[in-house]
């Protein structure tokens, strides 16, 4: 099990080689795995955060299986932020 929380980025420069898909995908497989999981979109376009809220609009889904929180990449101090409070909260460590 993981003990102490694990950045994993999908990045790249060049625009339509998988990141989101791959992102989605991996979490997903993840979670599968009992593992606690939370996607911080930085994309400019949010794609994962428009996803999510269409189909929660869409199918009224109730349970979601991971969190998707949306970030400027440019907003450097929450984003640090946001990892010091996961690393800090035992919360997002439990599965």
């Given at each position: 099990m993981i003990q102490?929380?694990?950045?994993?980025?999908?990045?790249?420069?060049?625009?339509?080689?998988?990141?989101?898909?791959?992102?989605?995908?991996?979490?997903?497989?993840?979670?599968?795995?009992?593992?606690?999981?939370?996607i911080v979109d930085c994309d400019f376009q949010h794609s994962i955060i428009k996803c999510r809220k269409a189909d929660i609009k869409k199918y009224d889904v109730q349970y979601v299986p991971y969190d998707v929180l949306s970030y400027e990449a440019n907003d450097?101090?929450?984003?640090?932020?946001?990892?010091?409070?996961m690393h800090n909260d035992s919360t997002w460590m439990s599965c």
């Open positions: 102490t929380p694990v950045i994993i980025t999908f990045a790249n420069q060049k625009g339509g080689v998988g990141k989101t898909t791959l992102c989605v995908t991996f979490a997903n497989y993840l979670v599968t795995k009992g593992v606690r999981v939370a450097k101090k929450a984003i640090i932020a946001l990892i010091e409070k």
